[in-house]
Structure formats: C-alpha cells, structure tokens
C-alpha cells in the first residue's frame, strides 16, 4: 500500500497552450484536476498536491541542447521568429508566447517527481508515487520539438534519476503515438530499458517504433517497440501488454518505473485508429502500478500524455490514474459529480460524461494460452519479442 503520493501541479502548466483550434487544449488539465478535487482525492491522508518548481536551464540541458533551449527562450519572447528550425513554428507545433515558461514548468514536475520518488516515503519531501499529468511529452528531441512536445519531461525525470544514483530505469510507455524522443535519449544507454506500445508506425505520427528498433551498439535490446495494428480495442492491446511488460521488467528489476498514459488510444480520440475503452485504461493503470510494487520496490513516477477527447476521456483516465496510485481506486460504476458535469458545459458547451466507465471488462485472453498466426496482434507480439527477449536471456516461445 502506498503510504505518500505526491500530484505535481500548478495553475501555470495550463499556459502550455498551442490555441484554440489547436488540438491539445488546456482545458484537459484544468478538467482533470477539478475531476480529481471533485472525487475528494486530494484531500486523502496519503496524497499532496505539490506545486513544483520549473526546471533550470541546467536541468534542461540533462537532456536538451543548449542551442535548443536558448531557441525555444527566444521564441517564449518574440513566436514570429520560429521558423521550423528547431521543430516548432509549424502546424503541428508551433510557437506562442510564454512557450519556455509553461514548458519548463511542466518539465520542473516531473524532475521533482523524480526526486521525491528517489528520496522516498520516510522523507518528509518523498513519495512512494508521483504523478505529473501535464507531462508525459515524449515526442521533443534533444535539440528539436515535434508532435506537440517542446521539452521532454520523461526523458528528463529519467536523467536525474539517473544522477541521483539509480543504477536501473525502466519507462514503459503507452500512448498511442511511439515515445520517440525518450527512446533517443537512452538509444546506447543500457541502465535504462524504454517499453513502447503504440499504434503501427505505418499508420500513425511519428513513423518509428518498429519492432527492429532494438537499441544502440551498446543497448541493444534495451529500445523495446510493440507495434500494433489499427482497429484493435480492450482484448487484443491488454493482451500486447501482459505478453511483453511484465516479462520485461521482471527480467530488468529497475529501480524505479517510469510510465506515460497517453490517453489517446481511446475509441473516441479523433488523432489516431485504435479502439480501447477508458476500462482497458483502468486496468493497464493498475497493471502499472502493481509491477512497479513487483519489481521496483513501489517506486513509480507516472505522467500524461497524449489524448485528444478533452472532456470524455482524458479528465476520467488520469483520474483513474491518480485513484490508482493513492490505493483508493474509484469504481467504475461511480457516477461523475454534477458539479464537475456543470463546469464542463460552462468551460466547453459540452455534455461531461455521467460515469466512471465505458462499460469495458478489462478481460482479455493472455498471449501464453497460444499464439494465433493468423491475427495481427499475435504477430505483433511475436515480433517484438523475437526482436528483444532472447537479448535478456527470456525465451519467445515460451509458455506458446
């Protein structure tokens, strides 16, 4: 049971704002904090809200360049400059005002949710969780931005706790979208083994992720890509899950676990082609959390991510999320409090969700009851781990 839970936030992370038109609008963190509230979560003995403190330019350079970080301060001050350069000033990513602020504040949260989880609970600023749902913005390279991400917080917790002495890292990543640029970052580094589930590179932005991206000379097998099919929804992806996550981080018994929860593998996220449920969510949550307890002694920093059903989805997931991690995880069945369903149509003239569950089963049949040559899925799997298990000494075939 966890016995400290720290929720980075801060009004100011919601000044990561790329427009009104622009797909990832704000509105999904001011919604899911206030969902979070209107549940009474926060005020659980076992879980603080903790404002951080934004990231340092020598925090940054952990990960990022530093022509890169002096770029992205420029355009904060003047967007007209940024030409594409450096990754934004385009349609996918481009540059506003207060751009370096709002990044580095939500870049500052996750570093300091590594920090608590490294001090740990008997440390009156430690946790055994952290969680920082503004962040999880896997795409930003170390000297370039690109699908929607300016800095890279998970790459960037990652680093410091790497500093900090962590001799094993493991982030299993599942958004829809292939977690490109934390996998570059640790690309030749074995003290760090990157898990990504998403949707097939052939599909989908940013076009990597195969199962052949194995890792560096130095790494190899340490880059880990299951990529999946379009179409599929809560069996088969739960199913992807169960045959390449748990194995793994058994084997690697990281330290500590770092997650990212895209939202946007939902049926309902307008940017990508699978079909999961918010219940498929709920469970890969709590798998999460139990094989951080299983295999890295409870230490867990989970942050956001992707996910564009701003009021369906992404509020409910992370709330799960954060349900999940204090031990106090919300039954599906629950009904969604009128007064947060009032603010949605205020905020967004839109009608919020009345409960806590799509009315998915989390039930999916696990990979080792057989292997089906036939299915897309299956061959997914079977291809990643072709690709990295006999690496770790794990056997592909087994239990098929």
């Not at 450096?86 to 370096?100: K, L, Q, S, V």
């Not at 169960?242 to 309902?268: E, I, N, S």
């Not at 002694?297 to 564009?308: E, H, M, Q, S």
């Amino acid at each position: 049971m966890s016995r400290a839970v720290h929720v980075l936030w801060d009004d100011g992370m919601t000044g990561y704002d790329f427009g009104s038109w622009h797909p990832m609008n704000p509105v999904r963190l001011r919604l899911t904090i206030d969902l979070i509230r209107a549940f009474g979560l926060h005020t659980l003995p076992e879980l603080r809200v903790r404002s951080p403190k934004s990231a340092t330019d020598a925090d940054l350079t952990m990960v990022h360049t530093d022509e890169y970080t002096a770029a992205v301060r420029a355009a904060s001050l003047d967007p007209r400059i940024a030409d594409g350069t450096f990754g934004f000033g385009t349609e996918d990513t481009p540059a506003f005002a207060g751009m370096h602020e709002a990044s580095a504040l939500i870049a500052g949260a996750s570093i300091a949710a590594a920090e608590a989880v490294w001090r740990g609970p008997e440390d009156p600023d430690g946790a055994d969780h952290a969680i920082n749902f503004a962040g999880g913005l896997h795409h930003a390279m170390p000297d370039a931005a690109g699908g929607f991400c300016i800095y890279n917080d998970p790459a960037l917790a990652i680093a410091r706790l790497l500093e900090l002495g962590a001799e094993r890292v493991a982030y299993v990543d599942i958004d829809v979208h292939h977690g490109d640029g934390v996998q570059r970052a640790f690309w030749d580094d074995p003290r760090v083994l990157t898990i990504s589930l998403h949707e097939s590179p052939r599909f989908l932005f940013p076009g990597t992720g195969f199962a052949s991206e194995i890792g560096g000379p130095d790494a190899e097998g340490f880059a880990v890509n299951v990529a999946l099919p379009p179409g599929i929804a809560d069996a088969a992806w739960l199913r992807a899950f169960d045959a390449v996550v748990p194995p793994l981080l058994a084997d690697f018994r990281p330290d500590v676990l770092v997650t990212q929860h895209g939202t946007d593998t939902h049926v309902d996220d307008p940017l990508a082609h699978l079909a999961l449920s918010l219940d498929a969510q709920r469970t890969a949550h709590a798998a999460l959390h139990a094989l951080a307890h299983e295999h890295a002694g409870g230490r867990w920093i989970a942050t956001g991510g992707g996910g564009y059903a701003t009021v369906d989805v992404v509020p409910r997931s992370w709330t799960h999320l954060v349900a999940e991690a204090a031990g106090h995880a919300i039954e599906p069945t629950r009904e969604v409090p009128l007064d947060w369903r009032e603010e949605v149509r205020m905020l967004t003239r839109q009608a919020g969700p009345h409960r806590m569950t799509d009315g998915g089963t989390g039930d999916f049949r696990p990979f080792s009851t057989g292997y089906d040559p036939a299915d897309r899925t299956d061959q997914s799997i079977l291809a990643t781990r072709r690709a990295v298990f006999p690496v770790h000494g794990l056997d592909p075939m087994f239990d098929l």
